[in-house]
């Protein structure tokens, strides 16, 4: 993956960036974290994160106005953080942080005036070694004077000028206005390369000065001016001490540079007040009123923490709360995973440990629409998987089954498409999809019925899988011989309307068979008739839009206008349509991650206090696997329960989904086409694999046919190996990239009862099948998967 | 690589075709491009190696998660 993919996405992400007090802020102290500090009573921790940015704090964090305060989130709710009082508070209990100067230079620079700015600039120049000479007339301080003792004692400036003195700055009284005039003209002749001019000090006139207007006006990134080498900073009226401090830090910036032979102007990008990136939810924040203080101007502990505690340490975590996947490390957001998994995947030599996370993702989309920036780590996801399996770094095991469910689906034994009997052309084609067959074969025959009996023009059936899981799993090969095959058999049907039944489908049609008109099959019931057999339920219920379908507004309308004219009572879900939940079906998660596939059905299943209707058929199985009644809309169509449901249905297992396949083509074909359909070439064992086994083999994924498979090949082989003592057969065989043991015993009549089957993928020698293994990549399987 | 299974059992197996019981046998194994040998339970004449359940879905597994995160 290139690395420019990553930063896009980051980019998209702002939850780490500067709060709006911090953009505000014209040095942007990070307002926010020294409040949470502060409100957690870590006070000396708070000086440090002010000091990085505050230069003579223990001065000026008394003297700070607090423009932070107008862009405050909290501004409208309760009123802003009083960040003034909060670092008055830190700087007079916060031990003061060591300061290493570091080694002087030999740059010289002459500062004009003894107000704030100058003490500023001073420190700043000071601090990185170079020589600060501040020429003043009268005492140091300039306006900050005029303060009361109590806003600013006296020796809190006395000791700001002794640090300075401390850190090698010179003070000179000049004796008059002159003087300094005329340090003007000739400070380069001085040996100062640069020089600045501070105008909050009362004592100096720029008139007197030889300033005209025009040198007032300073650059306001540089506060440079015309003359060159010369930095000015004017006293403010709003905001005077933020704005002396803040063109101190800038002006000395700007020296720093000169010092360097590079230009005052360059890299300051991040030092103008900007607007915030970060968005931040307000819903649920309860006002919370200022904090009365006894005396602003030396607050107690309690009533600086009480007046923190009301920061919201503003962040953005909107696409956090409904995604499990997202939530389940603390302090994880997409930016920060996004650059886990990227260092996952171009890991040369260490452990890909994220490979579970990647796979992990639902790739549902939904914090793609909850992001205020659209970040959707869901296509990030995608990426990475694709590149997990381009440099043969997926796991084997991860999507292993269903994929090998998708071969299936589109094999000959599986997959057909016919045009309507009796016809040869199709004005539709109805593409049922592999899981609604596999979990409700009546019903898509009762839906087949129904279509082609109200549709002019013939409608056609096609069955097979639309490739949905190939994609998810990032397997580019597979996903590309699927989509081939599958535009290859619609345009040789005569490239017909393909009315898409399920969601995935329609959305992996839309993705990778765009050139295919297709219409949603709840669109195309919402302009028919109700079948006779329609029923609502007798109680509501709640309507689950699938997570493909997020963006199907048409789909959405159409489920709803059918649900409507049927007179089904049913509610939305907080999270609906654009903003729907996934059932943890989305990107194999549960396949490649059943605990993680369950946090995802819990969290829907959560609130809900009436069966769902969900329509699709994957959305409603897993509802009723964990436990949640639910429906899918075509069942109150065709097949409508007579009471309430209120026990979930379980849904059949995955030998269960396969035979329903087969047996859908076996029935179709008969009862409407009347083809003799050719029995499956099997040997026809006589095979007992008692109930508590079938359950063990849903667990680790065996299929009944593996085991038959197995079994075939024993028949005829003999077993593997045999037990004298307990009269128990093994046999083993590797019939895709699983080596599957079954331990069996042949009854006195013939039938073979199974007592335990396992799998592994590791290879062995002399294992049967064994020349089927390939590496890593599944890709392999798609040579199987021919279809129509 | 060497990754050591643990012991398993395979009493009262024997191999069919050789009429002998099994013995620990040496043997590659191999998953996802990597490849160790390891002792398993095999018959000592042809080679024929029997992977117990409590291996496969035990340390065998372990490994094979071990290997896909590499
Ligand atoms: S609530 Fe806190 S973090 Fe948010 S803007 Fe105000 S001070 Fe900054
Ligand atoms: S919503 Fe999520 S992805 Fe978007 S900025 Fe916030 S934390 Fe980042
Ligand atoms: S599961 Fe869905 S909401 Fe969660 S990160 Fe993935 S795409 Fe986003
Ligand atoms: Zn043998």
């Not at chain 1, 996947?325 to 957001?333: E, K, S, T, V, W």
């Not at chain 1, 397997?475 to 590309?480: A, E, V, W, Y």
């Not at chain 1, 099997?682 to 086994?693: A, E, H, R, Y």
Request: proline residues 8%; negative net charge.
């Amino acid at each position: 993956m290139q690395h420019h993919i990553l930063e896009s996405f980051e980019q998209q992400c702002t939850q780490d960036a500067p709060p709006a007090c911090q953009c505000r802020c014209p040095i942007h102290v990070e307002a926010g974290s020294v409040a949470s500090l502060v409100a957690s009573g870590h006070v000396d921790e708070a000086r440090k994160v002010l000091e990085r940015h505050l230069p003579l704090a223990a001065l000026t964090g008394r003297l700070c106005e607090g423009p932070c305060q107008e862009k405050c989130l909290r501004q409208d709710l309760g009123g802003s953080i009083n960040l003034p009082v909060l670092e008055t508070y830190v700087v007079t209990c916060g031990r003061p942080v060591k300061s290493f100067p570091l080694p002087g230079t030999s740059h010289r620079a002459a500062l004009v005036g003894g107000g704030l700015s100058s003490l500023v600039t001073a420190s700043e120049l000071a601090k990185k070694g170079h020589k600060a000479v501040v020429y003043h007339l009268g005492p140091l301080g300039g306006y900050l004077r005029e303060l009361s003792p109590q806003r600013l004692p006296p020796l809190v400036l006395q000791e700001a000028i002794e640090s300075l003195r401390r850190l090698k700055a010179q003070f000179i009284e000049a004796s008059s206005l002159t003087e300094l005039a005329e340090l003007l003209e000739t400070f380069e002749a001085k040996d100062f390369k640069t020089l600045f001019i501070g105008l909050d000090d009362p004592a100096l006139d720029p008139k007197a000065l030889g300033l005209s207007v025009v040198d007032l006006e300073s650059d306001p990134v540089t506060m440079g001016i015309s003359r060159p080498n010369v930095f000015v900073v004017t006293q403010q009226r709003n905001n005077p001490h933020a704005s002396a401090i803040c063109g101190g830090k800038k002006a000395s910036g700007s020296m720093a540079r000169l010092f360097q032979n590079v230009s005052p102007g360059t890299a300051r990008e991040k030092e103008a007040i900007s607007e915030t990136k970060l968005v931040v939810s307000l819903t649920g924040v309860e006002p919370a009123p200022q904090m009365h203080l006894a005396d602003p101007l030396s607050p107690t502990p309690q009533e600086a923490a009480a007046e923190a505690g009301r920061c919201l340490s503003c962040s953005c975590l909107s696409c956090l709360p409904p995604c499990p996947f997202l939530r389940q490390r603390p302090g994880i957001y997409p930016k920060k995973l996004a650059r886990e998994f990227y260092n996952n995947i171009i890991t040369a030599f260490g452990n890909r440990s994220s490979n579970r996370f990647i796979n992990s993702c639902a790739q549902c989309g939904l914090c793609g629409q909850l992001c205020p920036n659209g970040a959707d780590l869901g296509q990030f996801v995608d990426l990475c998987r694709l590149d997990m399996v381009s440099t043969n770094h997926m796991p084997v095991s991860a999507h292993e089954y269903p994929l090998e469910d998708q071969v299936f689906s589109n094999s000959p034994a599986a997959a057909f498409l016919r045009h309507q009997p009796g016809t040869s052309e199709s004005t539709y084609l109805l593409f049922p999809g592999c899981q609604l067959t596999a979990s409700l074969p009546e019903t898509t025959t009762d839906l087949y019925r129904y279509l082609s009996s109200h549709l002019a023009g013939g409608v056609g059936l096609w069955t097979g899988c639309c490739g949905a899981p190939g994609r998810w799993s990032g397997r580019l090969g597979l996903t590309g011989r699927t989509t081939e095959a599958m535009a290859k058999a619609w345009q040789q049907a005569g490239s017909p309307k393909v009315i898409l039944a399920c969601p995935s489908c329609r959305l992996t049609f839309s993705r990778q068979l765009p050139f295919v008109a297709t219409i949603g099959l709840w669109e195309v019931l919402s302009g028919l008739e109700l079948p006779p057999t329609a029923a609502p339920l007798p109680g509501p219920a709640l309507l689950h839009d699938p997570c493909a379908a997020r963006l199907d507004e048409a789909g959405q309308d159409g489920v709803r206008a059918v649900l409507t004219a049927l007179g089904q009572e049913f509610f939305e879900p907080a999270l609906t349509r654009r903003l729907t939940m996934c059932c943890g079906y989305g990107g194999l998660v549960d396949q490649a991650f059943p605990q993680m596939g369950e946090l995802f059905v819990s969290e829907r299943v959560k609130d809900a206090q009436h069966p769902f209707i969900a329509w699709c058929v994957m959305c409603r199985d897993r509802f009723n696997a964990f436990g949640h009644p639910a429906l899918h809309p075509l069942e109150l169509l065709f097949s409508p329960p007579e009471a309430m449901i209120l026990t979930p249905e379980m849904p059949p297992g995955i030998s269960k989904r396969r035979d329903n396949r087969l047996n859908f083509r076996h029935q179709m074909l008969s009862e409407f086409w009347h083809e003799t359909v050719s029995e499956d070439p099997s040997m026809n064992l006589n095979i007992d694999i008692p109930g508590s086994v079938l359950e063990q083999f849903e667990e680790q994924r065996i299929l009944v046919s593996d085991v038959t498979k197995v079994l075939e090949h024993a028949a005829q082989n003999g077993p593997t190996f045999v037990n004298q003592q307990t009269g128990h057969s093994l046999a083993c065989l590797r019939p895709r990239q699983v080596t599957f043991w079954v331990d069996y015993e042949v009854r006195t009549d013939g039938t073979y009862l199974v007592h335990r089957a396992w799998c592994h993928r590791m290879t062995l020698p002399n294992v049967n099948g064994e020349g089927q293994e390939s590496p890593a990549s599944l890709e392999g399987f798609a040579k199987t998967g021919g279809r129509v | 690589m060497a990754y050591a299974f643990s012991k398993f059992g395979a009493e009262g197996w024997s191999c069919p075709k050789c009429q002998q019981p099994l013995q620990p046998v040496e043997v590659n194994v191999k998953y996802m491009g990597s490849s160790f040998f390891v002792e398993l339970p095999g018959c000592p004449t042809c080679g024929t190696i029997l992977v117990d359940e409590e291996l496969a879905v035990g340390r065998m597994l372990e490994v094979e998660k071990l290997l896909e995160d590499k």
